[in-house]
């Protein structure tokens, strides 16, 4: 993991530079010589903060037509009521 560090005048003048750094690791944005933000990837992100897959994110995966599921009808879901 490398790291590095840009100004913000760096980092205003060439973001692409920074999102490229990300990549590869942290990068610090400083404002006056003193470390103000930190650049991450969104997986970097997710990871750290402990994010989770959302359903949607686990029912768009690429092979998900190879996952069997035949829902009941909706005749099936219910029973009439015993009022004896």
């Known amino acids: 993991m490398t790291i590095t560090t ?3 005048r760096e980092f205003n003048q060439d973001a692409s530079k920074a999102k490229k750094a990300a990549a590869a690791g942290p990068v610090f944005i400083t404002d006056r010589g003193r470390p103000a933000h930190v650049l991450l990837t969104i997986e ?4 750290l903060a402990g994010v989770q897959a959302s359903i949607v994110d686990l029912l768009a995966m690429a092979d998900a037509d190879a996952v069997e599921f035949e829902p009941p009808r909706a005749g099936e879901l219910f029973r009439p009521a015993d009022l004896a």
């Not at 970097?44 to 990871?47: F, N, S």
């Open 6 to 8: 840009l100004s913000s």
């Open 44 to 47: 970097d992100y997710q990871r």
